[in-house]
């Protein structure tokens, strides 16, 4: 019998030559998946199981993962505030992580003896991929021929082309993965540290120039509606945040970062759901969560995104870091009011039972309801004295 092995097939060239290189060069039976994190339509689905049985696989399937995605890793991105470098929400990031889980699944449900992908040896899917197919199914086979051949698109067109498959793989000019939490956008600007991308290199131009009103509805961290629109799954808010946000050209930027290879890399990314929603999540926690939540809530959700990115979700740590996160979510429940503009927006303010901006115990800057005059003198004198010591005896010894 023939061995199994298991492709993450995406449907552009490099998967393509694996489904048929697996079969026709090294005899095994292919049996494609195809993980949804949001980057395909239901006719796109179709699209991808034809082209992928076209190429002679054995199986293919699709693996709709948008709430899984959601449940396992974007929730704890929002809890977060996670923006890598300050700028980029992890998109392809999160979205790898949790692909790669549903193919090792998917590999342990078929029994399969090997798993394949298309990854190149430049970046950072491929030891995303690999480290969590080792450590969910360590006795598969990993094999990765574009990576293992150095091939160039060239070889891998004529490879198919010799091979009875004779589909046009047009060279486009930026390439585009899109996802729930974003999509990324790579092109030659993207390859030297000087230029921004083009207008014309993001996937949602501008439609929208008058000025809207946005209101989202939080309840414990998580989205439960949209302009008083509710929803059943954060996903569906999300989706409806993105479609309303995009129209603007909002959240587009370009992350310079530092891959898992060691080396700087720059990527270009739309993100307008997630610029949007990171930001009014963190104002209503501003307003709702203490002095102290906030600072170790900021150092703890760095690691998480950073972990993340490294590839080390699978790590017990995280599991850890999520428990913090959640707790932290119990009063962070209210509306935040936003105006979208073309490439921005204004977080206006918010509304919450929980805010902790109360008047009734004072006015900053106008009124002091809950201490006196005095109080803050002795709070002063005392908080001083650490700070007087240390400079009185030092004053002479400089």
């Known amino acids: 019998m023939k061995k199994k092995v298991v492709l993450a097939f995406s449907g552009g060239l490099d998967t393509s030559y694996c489904a048929k290189y697996l079969s026709e060069t090294l005899g095994y039976e ?17 699209e991808l199981e034809q082209k992928a049985l076209n190429l002679g696989v054995r199986q293919y399937r699709c693996v709709k993962a948008q709430e899984d995605y959601y449940n396992s890793c974007v929730k704890y991105l929002i809890f977060g ?66 990576r293992d051949l150095a091939l160039s698109r060239e070889d891998e067109i004529e490879f198919l082309k010799d091979h009875g498959y004779e589909m046009e793989f047009a060279k486009a000019q930026y390439s585009v993965n899109k996802g729930l939490w974003g999509t990324s956008v790579g092109g030659k600007e993207t390859l030297t540290s000087r230029n921004y991308l083009p207008e014309e290199a993001f996937p949602s131009q501008i439609s929208q120039r008058e000025p809207s009103e946005l209101e989202i509805e ?5 989205i439960k509606s949209v302009n008083g629109q509710p929803y059943d799954h954060p996903v569906y808010a999300i989706q409806a945040i ?34 949007v929603i990171i930001k009014a999540h963190h104002l209503l926690e501003k307003h709702t969560l203490s002095k102290y939540q906030q600072m170790i809530k900021s150092q703890l959700s760095d690691w998480y995104g950073n972990w993340l990115h490294e590839a080390l979700f699978l790590d017990p740590v995280m599991r850890n870091i999520e428990c913090l996160l959640t707790d932290s979510q119990k009063t962070v429940t209210g509306k935040v009011f936003i105006t979208l503009h073309p490439y921005r927006f ?32 002795g709070y002063t004198k005392i908080l001083s004295n650490s700070l007087n010591i240390y400079h009185q005896i030092n004053k002479t010894n400089n």
């Open 81 to 146: 505030n996670v923006l890598k470098n300050n700028t980029y929400p992890l998109s392809v990031s999160a979205e790898r992580t949790i692909q790669a889980q549903k193919i090792a699944e998917y590999a342990i449900e078929t029994g399969a003896d090997a798993i394949a992908h298309g990854s190149t040896g430049a970046g950072n899917d491929q030891v995303r991929f690999d480290l969590i197919f080792q450590v969910m199914c360590p006795d598969v086979e990993i094999i990765t021929p574009i």
């Open 242 to 275: 993105e479609k309303l946000a995009s129209a603007y050209g909002i959240g587009r930027d370009i992350h310079v970062g530092d891959t898992i290879v060691g080396i700087k890399g720059r990527v270009g990314f739309e993100a307008a759901a997630a610029s």
């Open 30 to 46: 292919v049996y494609a998946v195809t993980v949804n994190t949001g980057g395909f339509s239901e006719e796109e689905e179709k």
């Open 218 to 222: 939080f309840k414990n961290g998580e």
């Open 346 to 377: 204004i977080l206006n303010g918010i509304e919450s039972d929980h805010d902790l901006m109360s008047d009734q115990f004072g006015s900053y800057g106008e009124a002091n309801r809950a201490w006196t005059g005095d109080d803050v003198k």
